[in-house]
């Protein structure tokens, strides 16, 4: 006979031979499971008396099975603390085996300032655990199950109602869409687009890669928008049918959109039937006054809208939205489908989050916490390299600083050299990008928890020409 019983809380899956007669059987796959290392050494095993009820026999042939095999040295048993597999094999250790040759693993860095995360360290772990008590608490059973692909209802209403209050976005939860983050969001939106007949997305020439990656999978040219003194110029993005825009802080060049080019993407997407895919990258985290509102306010019937919690809060969440147009709505719910959903609980616990104003006070915290160290960086470059500039608004988790020409490559390897992670201009750039290249760093002060700052903030110093 054959299979798994919990017994005793334990699982135990057993294989006894089908010769030899019961107690035979039973010893011998105890001691294969033993020698095996199936059973490890510590592991508690069932009582005689669950045992032998799981399997279908006599208690007094488990307990002979237990006695003769604590003989034999595979088990041991004392009182108070059951019969366990005992340490180590009683027949001496098998034939060592040939030492694996040693592995290199890279050395962390001393020191991160690679942009794109908020301060782990800081995450609301007692706030968000209250949060998590009360929406499991208070959830309906059927809040559980697969449910609306586009996402709880609950998060759905709460998030609407917030992104209209903070970020200007008019926003209805029937067609906000919950995601696990802004790659899922774009590869969904990448996939609906192809559909539709797109062919091409226009990006900017400085942002992330793996976008740029996620979109071309979905079939999608990337072309690169123009760049100037004003920034992004996304007024005519030629023949493609979406545009791929930060308007609030663009990534990484740190600077809004222009409000006429605002006017004039909004102005090109109703004249063509484009879309405007627009990427609230830290959008809220401005510190010299009110962030800018969110491009989608301007145009809802045109503009998609993507957020997350990734900088607010934590990436490891998995949590991120979209507001759609709502003749966009039916087609990317269809494309997410009633298996491509985001974890329940998380979603409840977010809604609760935002319902009970603990979203609001922590986004508010780490605004003061965020500032003073852009504020430092600031300070520290002026006072010890004032060849190099902060460029950019007061705004989000990261700062551009302008190198002296032909620096970069150089102060990127001195970082290395120090045990400082960070990004040089140049690993943002879009590789078809036509306006002339700029020596800078990306430095992302808000990626060091508290106790890590100051030592990475003079290791940035140590290192600037």
């Not at 499991?136 to 199950?145: N, Q, R």
């Amino acid at each position: 006979m054959a299979g798994s019983w919990a017994t005793s809380g334990v699982d135990l899956h057993l294989e006894p031979s089908g010769t030899g007669g019961v107690r035979r059987g039973l010893t011998d796959a105890l001691r294969d499971a033993v020698r095996s290392g199936r059973l490890a050494p510590g592991t508690r095993l069932p009582s005689s008396r669950s045992l032998a009820a799981d399997l279908g026999i006599a208690r007094n042939t488990v307990t002979e099975v237990y006695a003769d095999l604590v003989a034999e040295g595979w088990l041991t048993a004392r009182q108070g603390s059951g019969t366990r597999v005992a340490p180590g094999d009683p027949h001496g250790p098998a034939a060592p085996a040939a030492p694996a040759p040693p592995r290199r693993t890279p050395a962390l860095p001393r020191h991160d300032l690679v942009p794109g995360t908020p301060d782990l360290a800081a995450f609301p772990r007692t706030e968000w655990l209250k949060a998590t008590r009360r929406a499991l608490a208070t959830a309906p059973f059927h809040a559980l199950g697969y449910g609306d692909p586009r996402g709880r209802p609950e998060l759905r209403t709460a998030l609407a109602g917030y992104l209209a209050r903070a970020r200007g976005v008019r926003a209805d939860p029937d067609t906000l869409v919950i995601t696990a983050g802004f790659s899922h969001a774009l590869t969904l939106l990448g996939k609906v687009l192809r559909a539709r007949g797109v062919r091409t997305v226009a990006v900017e020439s400085y942002g992330l890669d793996v976008h740029w990656a996620l979109l071309r999978a979905a079939g999608l040219a990337t072309p690169p928008l123009p760049y100037d003194d004003l920034g992004t110029d996304p007024g005519d993005p030629g023949g493609a049918g979406a545009v791929l825009l930060t308007p609030a802080h663009q990534f990484p060049m740190g600077t809004p959109l222009h409000p006429d080019r605002r006017a004039a993407v909004v102005a090109w997407a109703r004249r063509t039937g484009g879309l405007v895919l627009e990427d609230d990258y830290d959008g809220e985290f401005r510190y010299d006054r009110q962030p800018v509102g969110a491009l989608q306010g301007l145009a809802p019937d045109r503009v998609v809208y993507l957020g997350t919690a990734s900088k607010s809060l934590a990436p490891g969440l998995r949590l991120g939205w979209m507001v759609l147009p709502p003749a966009l709505a039916a087609e990317v719910t269809a494309a997410k489908g009633r298996a491509d959903t985001v974890g329940a609980l998380e979603q409840l616990t977010l809604a609760e989050f935002l319902a009970s104003g603990a979203y609001d006070r922590h986004v508010r915290s780490s605004r003061l916490r965020y500032r003073r160290r852009r504020d430092a960086l600031a300070a520290a470059v002026t006072a010890r390299a004032p060849e190099v500039h902060v460029t950019g608004i007061a705004a989000g988790l990261h700062a551009v600083l302008r190198l002296p020409p032909g620096t970069e490559e150089s102060v990127v390897q001195a970082a290395a050299w120090q045990g400082l992670a960070l990004h040089g201009l140049s690993f943002h750039r879009h590789p078809q990008a036509v306006t002339a290249p700029l020596d800078a760093l990306v430095v992302g002060y808000g990626t060091p928890p508290d106790s890590a700052w100051a030592g990475a903030l003079e290791a940035l110093c140590r290192v600037l020409p």
